[in-house]
Each structure stands twice: as structure tokens, then as C-alpha cells.
């Protein structure tokens, strides 16, 4: 990529639609503008045009009439990119499209790589690393959550805290440095004791974010929920009857689900991965066995486990039993349980021994007949505390969840240092190292290795 190179790209998918927008950036833009647009007002002069405003016109295509249009100027350094931009509006028709780009192309304007407007953008200090990263988790985002999450790194939520952290240890760097030049002296321009206090905040901030890594990721792929229990309850009905279709097959035959079978249902905004498992039993067949060990891997990677059981055939024993199994099996992986009490369409009368259930999290309901179905997607949307989500910034890039990880390894390093006495110099080459840790999140340290890795995934055109 040649950042003096004039660029195009869609910026608008493929296929008929009223509207098409094919972008231009770059400092030749309002030149090649003038080459294949006449403006419908003879005194609009594009060379001299003002930013954010938009003119009607003709595009041209070999000297021919193409179509009538609409283009905005943005002006830099006010633009998307911080560079002369331009975005054609057009008809939407492929084959208008199609001779534009190559219309552009003649002239010698080059095509966009993957990512290269926003990556324009990151380099003309229009947005740091992570919030050009969140711009193609805000295209991608599915579900209101996930684009809440990734419009706040957008805006800056999670990059400010990371640039404050960073601004205070640089200020501790340039004190230490500024010791070793008056090494002869022995001064002390870097206050230990506040230097402890910064390393014990940023230690304790990085755990945090660390921390909420399995939330922030869960919510922007979907919060995984596994559906358990022992053959024949109706764990298939179930996943049916949340999904409003016949997924899975339904069988009275015990075992007829051997793999597991997965969907995505967004409720209230907020998307969750359901998995339908093979039921609890002791493994007979070579086929069994190998169901068994992936619902065994569903519920290891679940962070919802919805238990169900046959209100007509189950004991109170075996469920408790069942119950406190998973629970010390799954103890430090912060799972949900939720005891889905299934078949009271079959019952006469509650039986008395599920009283002894109330101390748990119990939905009643018929999977066969749909009925209460709502019940439990208002019990599932409390589990997840979404009031706690609103108002925490949470970690969602694995590229981030890395650096955080080093980071806070460098600090519990010159802590360590700190508390046996390290001399400086010594002191500043830890402080260095945490603060590049710190800058390759924002990316003012970065290599063209990894810009090539986060762009790649872009879409051309943004």
C-alpha cells in the first residue's frame, strides 16, 4: 500500500439496490472527480469546493453519459481518512457500477486493499489501533449488544483508559531516565511509593479487563447455553421449541440425538448460542460414546447450562445429585444452571417431592406443547446481569486480551523490582517494556506485520 497513492472501492455490497456509493480518497480526488463529473450548477468549481457538502451532476464513463448523481466532498484533514475524499452516489445497478470502477481504474486510480480507507484513517491520526479495529466489529455486529460494545471502542471507551495508564508510566519512565543523568548525584526524581501505587492500579485495571475477556467475547459471538439432561426428556423439543422450527429430530426412542446441534436465537437485543446435547447415560455404542464426550466438551464451553428433566421420572436425589456433579466439576467457570422442569403436560398434580427444588433456579414448562417457553427466556435474560455489562468496559479482541496478559506480567516484574530495591536504569527497562505492551493496544508502537493481520479482515471499502 502507497499512502500518496488516489484509491477507490465500493463502499456499498454487490447486487441491485436504489443507491450505490463508490468512495475515492487520496490527495489527487478532486482531480480525478473533475475528469468523470460535471456538476449540474455551472458555478460549482470542484477544485474549490467546500467539505461536507453535496452537488448533483453527471457522471461520465469514455466520454459517455452514465448516469446522474450525487457527490459529497469531504476536505482534508476533515474527512474519514484525514485525506481529499469523495463519495460517489449513483444508481444502484451492477453493470453502472461496474463501468465506474472501471472508468476509475482507467484513469489510473488504484483499487482499494481490504481495510485501507480506516487503515488511512489510523495512520493520519484520525483514530488509534483499537477503535479502527472496532470499526469492523460495529460493521459485523449482529445483535444490539455486540454494537454497543464495539461502538464504545469506537468512540474511544477502551482506548482512553488504556492511554491514561499509559501517559502516568511514561511520566515515571522520563523520571527514571532523568535519574540515571544524575546518577553521581544520587538523586531520586521518581517517587517509589507512588510508582508502587500507579503499578498496583494498572495491575489491578488489566485483571479487570483480563477478567471480562470471557463476557466481552461470549457476548460478541454469543452467549453459548447447553441444553443437558438424560435421554427422552425432551431436550430436542426444547431446542424446537425455542427456535420455532423443527431443528433437531424428536424421537420417543432414547439417544436419538448423538451429536450436538447448534443455533443462534437473539432475544432482547442479545444473541445465545443454544447446543443441544446427547443425553446423560452410560455409553453403549462407539457412536454414543462419542456423543457423550462432545456434550461433555458443550457443557466445559457453555456459560449457561440449562438441566432438563422429566417432572413424570425423575427423582429429587438424582437431579441434586446431578446438580452438585456439575457444579463441583464446572466450580471456577462461573456457570449459570437452570433446571428446566419439562413435561408438565403429562402430570395430574405437581409431584411433592420437586418442592425441594425451589432453592434452585426451576422453569416449569412443555416443551411439546410451547408453554412457557417465555418463561425462560426472561430467566435466561436475568442470568447474564445486564445492567452489570452496561456499565463496565469489557474486552472483546483477542489482540488486546495478549497484550493486556504481557502487560500485567511486565508489571508484577518491576513490582517485584520495586520491593527488593532495583537500581534505575534496571527499573526503567521493565518500565519500557510494560509501556510497550501498552502502546502496541493503541499502536503507537506497531509493525507492518500486524497492521497487515487487523486490515486483512476489512472489507473493501472501509
Do not use: W
Amino acid at each position: 500500500m502507497n499512502a500518496a497513492d488516489t484509491i477507490f472501492a465500493p463502499a456499498t455490497p454487490p447486487g441491485f439496490s436504489a443507491i450505490a456509493v463508490v468512495r475515492l480518497t487520496g490527495p489527487q480526488t478532486l482531480e480525478y472527480v473533475k475528469k468523470i463529473f460535471v456538476p449540474a450548477s455551472k458555478n460549482t468549481d470542484i477544485g474549490l469546493v467546500a467539505g461536507h457538502t453535496a452537488h448533483f451532476g453527471s457522471l461520465y464513463a469514455e466520454g459517455k453519459l452514465l448516469d446522474e448523481a450525487v457527490v459529497t466532498f469531504f476536505r482534508a484533514p476533515h474527512s474519514y481518512t484525514g485525506e481529499e475524499m469523495a463519495e460517489l452516489s449513483c444508481h444502484g445497478s451492477p453493470y453502472i457500477v461496474q463501468q465506474l470502477c472501471a472508468e476509475l481504474s482507467r484513469l489510473g486510480i488504484r483499487l482499494a486493499k481490504p481495510g485501507e480507507f480506516t487503515l488511512r484513517a489510523f495512520l493520519n491520526g484520525k483514530m488509534d489501533l483499537s477503535q479502527a479495529e472496532a470499526v469492523a466489529d460495529v460493521i459485523a455486529s449482529q445483535t444490539r449488544t455486540a454494537h454497543g460494545l464495539a461502538l464504545n471502542q469506537m468512540r474511544g471507551g477502551f482506548s482512553s483508559v488504556i492511554a491514561d495508564l499509559r501517559k502516568q508510566l511514561l511520566e515515571f519512565s522520563s523520571l527514571l531516565t532523568l535519574e540515571l543523568d544524575f546518577s553521581e548525584e544520587d538523586v531520586e526524581f521518581a517517587n517509589r511509593g507512588r510508582l508502587e501505587e500507579l503499578l498496583q492500579q494498572i495491575e489491578r485495571v488489566t485483571a479487570e479487563l483480563i477478567t471480562s475477556f470471557t463476557l466481552g467475547n461470549v457476548i460478541k459471538s454469543g452467549i453459548p447455553v447447553a441444553i443437558i439432561g438424560k435421554p427422552n426428556v425432551g431436550k430436542s423439543t426444547l431446542l424446537n421449541a425455542i427456535l420455532k422450527e423443527e431443528k433437531a429430530i424428536v424421537s420417543d426412542i432414547p439417544g436419538t440425538t448423538r451429536d450436538a446441534i447448534e443455533d443462534t436465537v437473539i432475544i432482547e437485543g442479545i444473541a445465545f448460542r443454544f447446543i443441544d446435547t446427547a443425553g446423560l447415560r452410560q455409553a453403549g455404542d462407539t457412536l454414543e460414546q462419542i456423543g457423550m464426550l462432545r456434550t461433555i466438551e458443550k457443557i466445559a464451553q457453555a456459560r449457561i447450562i440449562l438441566y432438563v428433566v422429566d417432572m413424570a421420572d425423575s427423582g429429587l436425589e438424582e437431579i441434586e445429585g446431578t446438580l452438585k456433579e456439575l457444579a463441583s466439576t464446572y466450580s471456577e467457570s462461573q456457570k449459570t444452571f437452570i433446571i428446566v422442569a419439562n413435561k408438565t403436560d403429562l402430570l395430574v398434580e405437581t409431584p411433592k417431592n420437586f418442592s425441594g427444588l425451589m432453592e434452585h433456579e426451576v422453569v416449569f414448562i412443555s416443551a411439546k406443547r410451547r408453554e412457557n417457553i417465555h418463561m425462560l427466556m426472561e430467566v435466561l435474560l436475568q442470568s447474564i446481569n445486564l445492567e452489570a455489562m452496561s456499565d463496565q468496559t469489557l474486552l472483546t479482541n483477542s489482540r488486546h486480551f495478549d497484550a493486556l496478559t504481557r502487560t500485567r506480567k511486565s508489571v508484577q516484574t518491576i513490582r517485584e523490582g520495586l520491593q527488593s530495591g532495583l537500581s534505575a536504569d534496571l527499573l526503567a527497562t521493565d518500565l519500557q517494556q510494560a509501556l510497550h505492551y501498552l502502546g502496541e493496544i493503541t499502536g503507537e508502537i506497531t509493525t507492518d506485520e500486524i497492521l497487515g493481520q487487523i486490515f486483512e479482515r476489512f472489507c473493501i471499502g472501509k
